[in-house]
Each structure stands twice: as structure tokens, then as C-alpha cells.
């Protein structure tokens, strides 16, 4: 699907019929990370993954400048865009997780559940190494200059270690000069300090909306202790996963958020909680060829 925002195309993976969910991507790729998530959940639901502002198939406006604001508004016009009046069902990644959260906590009635992880939403948080790069000036033109291939694909395996080949392939190959503008833009915007202002809307929408934290124990990028902080119904932490768990756990993501999107499935998400016992009950294998179980998901009660 195609829709216009501003002026700019914007690129909608779209498949399945029911309750609409709307998946948001971050950086570097593009609405393929949910693609085997949209699948499983396609069944069931509505799947909308818009490709960001810049990334992918997606085209930007010179005007968008990276803000908080202007991610909630981009999210907010492109859900009006595609026909979307009512509340959707959230699914975020990354910066898609920022582009979300801003955009819910400006609409907290659009939003029936919330379920992201892999981002920063607090002031305290101090980016990570490529996060400063593109954060200067000059140099960060310069690490863009250099991006290749291999650059790339080392720094994918080494935040995501279960991420397939094929989609590190895949987002190497929809990079354009305009998505590495849009990446120095969105770091550079991105002060932390400025997540200072949205805290009490953070607060007042979890306590609101049903919201479920996932996050990889791995991530070199976003340290996992963030995902207790969001004071979420649910939280889970991937031990196996790196950053990308929306790919490297796609079968586990796809099943919890079918459970916990569920229409009447109660505010503390009851069935998502038990799918997650489920997970942790699974033995899986470890590099050392041992075998281990997911980690306790935790829940913060409903009253």
C-alpha cells in the first residue's frame, strides 16, 4: 500500500483482515523486520507496518525534522492516511518504539495495547557508540560516507546474534542517501534531556493502555535494565536475543502478541502471561551447547 503524507509517499506493508496492528520499525531497516511477525499474525489481525520517514520505500519530507513532535504527528497522519479512525494495537521496535510512544502518548485513546522494546525513553540514557558517532557533525557525514556491506553486517550480527543473513542482505540493500540523512537527523534531534518532558505522559499511558516491554539480553545498544523501568504490565527479556528480537525470536514475538492483542483478553493479559511461563519452561540451546531456559517474564499488577 502506498499512502501520502505531506507531500511524500509512504510505503505500507499490509496483510490479514481483522483488528488493526500497527509495527513500527527502527534503524537501519525497514517494515521487512516484522514481516514473519505479520504473517503469523495475519490470521488474526490486521497487520500495517509502515516503512519510517527516509527508510525503506518510504519517501521524507525536507520539513520533518526529527522531533518528538513530529514523530507522533508522521505516525498520527499516516494512520489517517491508510483510512485508520479508530484505536490500533502497537507493535515497536528501535526508533519505531520512540515514533510510537510519542505518538500514543499524544493520542493514548488511539491505542487499545501497546507491545515494544530496543529503545530509549528516558533522560538519563547516554547513546551508544554509533549513536554518538552520528550525533557530531562532520563525522558522522563521514561514518555515512563509509557505511559499506561488511561495515554493516558486522555491527547487525554483533547487536542481533540470531538475526538471518538474508535480512541484514535486505537492509543493506534499501540504504539511500536519503535514509542516512534521516539517521543523522533522528539521532541528532534525539537528545535524551528531551525525554524529560514526556515522562509523566509515559507514566499516565501504561497506567492507561495494557503495555507489555519485550526486549534481547543481548543488546549492545539499549542495556536491557531498561525494560523494567517503563513500569509495564508485562515485561520479558529474550536471553538468547541481541537488539533485533523481533526477528530473531519471530515465531515467540508473533505468538505473545497474538495472545496479548486478543480483543477481552483483560487488562494484566492474562493469556500472554501464560505463554510466556510457556516460554520459559522451553529448553533452548546455548553457544556453549548447553541447554537453558528463557528468563522469568515479570508482571506489575493491574491494580
Given at each position: 500500500m502506498?499512502?501520502?503524507?505531506?507531500?511524500?509517499r509512504v510505503?505500507?506493508?499490509?496483510?490479514g483482515?481483522g483488528?488493526?496492528v500497527?509495527?513500527?520499525?527502527g534503524?537501519?531497516?525497514?517494515s521487512?523486520?516484522?514481516?514473519?511477525?505479520?504473517?503469523?499474525?495475519s490470521?488474526?489481525?490486521r497487520?500495517?507496518?509502515?516503512?519510517?520517514?527516509?527508510?525503506?520505500?518510504?519517501?521524507?519530507?525536507?520539513?520533518?525534522d526529527g522531533s518528538l513532535?513530529?514523530?507522533?504527528?508522521?505516525?498520527d497522519?499516516?494512520l489517517?492516511?491508510?483510512?485508520?479512525?479508530?484505536?490500533?494495537?502497537?507493535?515497536?521496535?528501535d526508533?519505531?518504539?520512540?515514533?510510537?510512544?510519542?505518538?500514543a502518548i499524544?493520542?493514548?485513546r488511539?491505542?487499545r495495547?501497546i507491545?515494544a522494546?530496543?529503545?530509549?525513553?528516558?533522560?538519563?540514557?547516554q547513546?551508544?557508540?554509533?549513536?554518538?558517532?552520528?550525533?557530531?557533525?562532520?563525522?558522522g557525514?563521514?561514518?555515512?560516507r563509509?557505511?559499506?556491506r561488511?561495515?554493516?553486517s558486522?555491527?547487525?550480527?554483533?547487536?542481533?546474534?540470531?538475526?538471518?543473513?538474508?535480512?541484514?542482505?535486505?537492509t543493506?540493500?534499501?540504504?539511500?542517501?536519503?535514509?542516512?540523512?534521516?539517521?543523522?537527523?533522528?539521532?541528532?534531534?534525539?537528545?535524551?534531556?528531551?525525554?524529560a518532558?514526556?515522562?509523566?505522559?509515559?507514566?499516565e499511558?501504561?497506567?492507561?493502555?495494557?503495555?507489555?516491554i519485550?526486549?534481547g539480553?543481548?543488546d549492545?545498544?539499549?542495556?536491557p535494565?531498561?525494560?523494567h523501568?517503563?513500569?509495564a504490565r508485562i515485561?520479558?527479556?529474550?536471553p538468547?536475543s541481541?537488539?533485533?528480537?523481533?526477528m530473531?525470536?519471530?515465531?515467540?514475538?508473533?505468538?505473545?502478541?497474538?495472545?496479548?492483542f486478543?480483543?477481552?483478553?483483560?487488562?494484566s493479559?492474562?493469556?500472554?502471561?501464560?505463554?510466556?511461563?510457556?516460554?520459559q519452561?522451553?529448553?533452548r540451546?546455548?553457544?556453549?551447547?548447553r541447554?537453558a531456559?528463557?528468563?522469568q517474564?515479570?508482571?506489575?499488577?493491574?491494580?
Amino acid at each position: 500500500m502506498k499512502v501520502t503524507v505531506n507531500g511524500r509517499r509512504v510505503h505500507i506493508s499490509e496483510c490479514g483482515e481483522g483488528p488493526e496492528v500497527l509495527l513500527l520499525h527502527g534503524n537501519p531497516d525497514s517494515s521487512a523486520l516484522w514481516r514473519p511477525v505479520m504473517q503469523s499474525l495475519s490470521s488474526k489481525y490486521r497487520c500495517l507496518a509502515p516503512d519510517l520517514p527516509g527508510f525503506g520505500r518510504s519517501e521524507v519530507d525536507e520539513a520533518f525534522d526529527g522531533s518528538l513532535e513530529a514523530m507522533a504527528a508522521w505516525t498520527d497522519e499516516v494512520l489517517s492516511a491508510a483510512g485508520i479512525d479508530g484505536a490500533v494495537s502497537l507493535a515497536a521496535h528501535d526508533f519505531g518504539g520512540i515514533f510510537g510512544l510519542a505518538w500514543a502518548i499524544s493520542n493514548p485513546r488511539r491505542v487499545r495495547r501497546i507491545a515494544a522494546g530496543g529503545f530509549p525513553f528516558f533522560p538519563d540514557y547516554q547513546w551508544h557508540f554509533w549513536g554518538r558517532v552520528w550525533r557530531t557533525p562532520v563525522i558522522g557525514e563521514l561514518s555515512m560516507r563509509c557505511l559499506n556491506r561488511w561495515l554493516l553486517s558486522r555491527e547487525m550480527r554483533r547487536g542481533g546474534p540470531r538475526l538471518p543473513q538474508s535480512h541484514i542482505s535486505e537492509t543493506f540493500a534499501l540504504i539511500s542517501p536519503a535514509m542516512k540523512k534521516t539517521v543523522l537527523k533522528l539521532y541528532r534531534a534525539t537528545d535524551p534531556c528531551k525525554f524529560a518532558d514526556w515522562q509523566e505522559g509515559l507514566r499516565e499511558l501504561v497506567e492507561q493502555v495494557p503495555t507489555m516491554i519485550l526486549w534481547g539480553k543481548r543488546d549492545p545498544f539499549v542495556d536491557p535494565a531498561y525494560a523494567h523501568r517503563f513500569g509495564a504490565r508485562i515485561t520479558h527479556v529474550f536471553p538468547e536475543s541481541g537488539h533485533w528480537f523481533p526477528m530473531e525470536e519471530s515465531e515467540d514475538v508473533a505468538r505473545l502478541l497474538a495472545d496479548f492483542f486478543e480483543p477481552g483478553s483483560g487488562a494484566s493479559g492474562g493469556t500472554a502471561l501464560s505463554r510466556l511461563r510457556e516460554l520459559q519452561r522451553k529448553p533452548r540451546a546455548t553457544h556453549s551447547g548447553r541447554t537453558a531456559r528463557n528468563g522469568q517474564p515479570t508482571r506489575r499488577s493491574a491494580e
